[in-house]
């Protein structure tokens, strides 16, 4: 079993379309990370979080710690938002801040 | 902005040959980290490094792997004789500080693309 699960693997939406990305995870985090990735595969940090809600621009995430889940929201979505999104869990009390990554989602807004 | 970089962006060799991924992470970074991404599946932790050592490393960080940091500023890789399962892209990343409750961001490089032929 996987210890960070993401939901939906591929998502398709329209230009402007409220987009939702769950993960959900096992382990006993210290924060969850959400990350973005381009088709080059640079990878780009989104959110880190361990409590509560943060939000940059169009994006929000969420994350609730007793349910051990967490949301990436994409407010008016764009084409240029396509790309892959990844959740990442650091674990707690682990040595390191090494992170747990789930599968990823694909994403493709269509104009 | 400060940021981690990698070299080369593409690598290509044959199988059983030695390579070493190179990485300079961000100047005030205390850890330092590699992953590896297979085409297809989800990014996998190799090993972590902080103060000249390794602290923990995956069952995938066997004996052909090897990390250093040989300068101030430089952090590598080494895969002694790669096999074609080590295709893949190598991430390298970097954050301030450390493990427990800090909740530093970790940042990552552009990735090299490592082919074994």
């Known amino acids: 079993k996987n210890e960070v699960e993401q939901s939906p693997q591929n998502l398709t939406a329209q230009e402007g379309e409220f987009i939702t990305i769950n993960c959900s995870y096992s382990?006993?985090?210290?924060?969850l990370h959400w990350l973005q990735q381009h088709p080059g595969g640079g990878i780009v940090s989104l959110f880190m979080?361990?409590?509560g809600k943060k939000k940059h621009g169009r994006l929000i995430a969420t994350i609730n710690i007793q349910e051990k889940h967490s949301s990436l929201h994409i407010t008016a979505s764009h084409p240029r938002d396509s790309a892959v999104y990844i959740c990442?869990?650091?674990?707690?009390?682990?040595?390191?801040?090494?992170?747990?990554f789930g599968t990823g989602t694909l994403l493709a807004v269509q104009p | 902005e400060p940021e981690v970089t990698q070299t080369p962006s593409h690598q290509v060799t044959q199988m059983g040959q030695e390579v070493i991924l190179r990485c300079v992470p961000i100047?005030?970074?205390?850890?330092f980290y590699w992953y590896r991404q297979i085409l297809g599946q989800k990014v996998e932790f190799l090993v972590s490094?902080?103060?000249?050592?390794?602290?923990?490393k995956s069952e995938i960080f066997d004996d052909q792997f090897s990390v250093e940091r040989p300068d101030g500023s430089n952090f590598t890789l080494k895969i002694r004789s790669t096999k074609l399962e080590d295709s893949a892209m190598y991430f390298c990343?970097?954050?301030?500080?450390?493990?427990?409750?800090?909740?530093?961001?970790?940042?990552f490089g552009p990735g090299t693309r490592l082919t074994v032929l």
């Open positions: 990442a869990a650091r674990n707690y009390g682990g040595a390191t801040n090494k992170l747990i």
């Open positions: 100047s005030n970074h205390l850890y």
């Open positions: 979080l361990s409590s």
């Open positions: 990343a970097s954050n301030a500080v450390g493990g427990g409750l800090s909740y530093n961001e970790q940042f």
């Open positions: 490094f902080y103060n000249n050592e390794i602290s923990e």
């Open positions: 382990v006993g985090i210290s924060a």
